[in-house]
């Protein structure tokens, strides 16, 4: 049984991102939790009574908002294997999430890049990121506005070598690779021609890993940014999905380093698969 968490924010995209859940989902038994955060905070200009009317009437209005979506959504399953919950919390989306995920109710996070303003900017440059950055342990897929729904059949995974590979921290996308019986192109992003010892012990390590996976190694050559090579390595190789590893970052190496999950976030016209670090 998985967990899948769906961060709801009554937009078309979040019902987007729904969608896409439950086609990649669709032969897995699972349970989809709705999850609606809203900010509820008192305010120092007002009496103690007066506050609490006020978040008493936003916490209604969220639960109020949220049955309706999930009784749409439960009335319009047709597959068994599926059940919904809903969740309606107040405070910050990331601090929420990675509580259910420590809690272990969550095995996955699906979110829309956009939320109900549209703008990537007030969505995505806060809550997909925050998530992303702030949840830890957890794999998460971000879905584009307007994406139309498909299983993937082809996933670009990128990596410059420079890390060891786990298989724990791989088991997500090899799974999904399985389950939807997808191919991998590895695609190898990074300005040096040749690789070094490091490196090339890291590729076998991948190699091992990935067996039993159809899979190509590719060298993607970088005339602009990381982030532009990757999102047109995808785009000419037909790709339905990009995956990559959020390594966490030094605030230094933060600084000279272009961090690419975070940019490719914006403007990927695929899906991306966010598998996080956990060495």
């Known amino acids: 049984m998985k967990n899948i968490l769906i961060p709801i924010d009554f937009s078309d995209n979040a019902m987007n991102a729904l969608g896409y859940a439950t086609k990649l989902f669709e032969a897995s038994q699972c349970t989809f939790i709705l999850l609606n955060v809203y900010v509820s905070q008192a305010s120092n200009m007002l009496s103690e009574e007066r506050n609490e009317a006020i978040l008493n ?68 440059g806060s809550n997909a990121v925050r998530v992303i950055n702030g949840v830890d342990k957890c794999p998460i897929i971000v879905v584009p506005q307007n994406y139309q729904v498909r299983k993937p059949k082809m996933i670009a995974f990128s990596t410059n070598f420079k890390r060891t590979f786990y298989q724990e921290e791989l088991r997500t996308l090899i799974d999904i690779l399985k389950n939807q019986n997808a191919k991998l192109n590895v695609a190898r992003v990074m300005i040096d021609d040749a690789m070094n010892d490091k490196q090339k012990n890291n590729r076998e390590k991948l190699k091992k890993i990935l067996e039993d996976i159809d899979h190509i190694f590719y060298k993607i050559d970088i005339e602009s940014t990381e982030t532009k090579a990757l999102k047109d390595f995808a ?33 990927s016209p695929i899906p991306l698969l966010i598998l996080p670090e956990l060495y």
Do not use: W, Y
């Open 57 to 124: 009437v936003m916490d209604d209005e969220s639960e109020i908002e949220l049955k309706k979506i999930f009784d749409s959504v439960v009335e319009a399953n047709n597959n068994g294997l599926h059940t919904f919950k809903m969740v309606s919390k107040s405070g910050k989306i990331a601090p929420i999430i990675n509580s259910m995920v420590a809690s272990g109710s969550i095995d996955f996070v699906v979110m829309a890049t956009k939320g109900a303003k549209g703008a990537r900017e007030v969505f995505l």
């Open 235 to 267: 785009q000419q190789t037909d790709c339905d999905m990009i995956a990559l590893i959020h390594h966490k970052f030094s605030l230094f190496q933060k600084l000279l380093e272009e961090d690419v999950v975070d940019k490719i976030s914006f403007s």
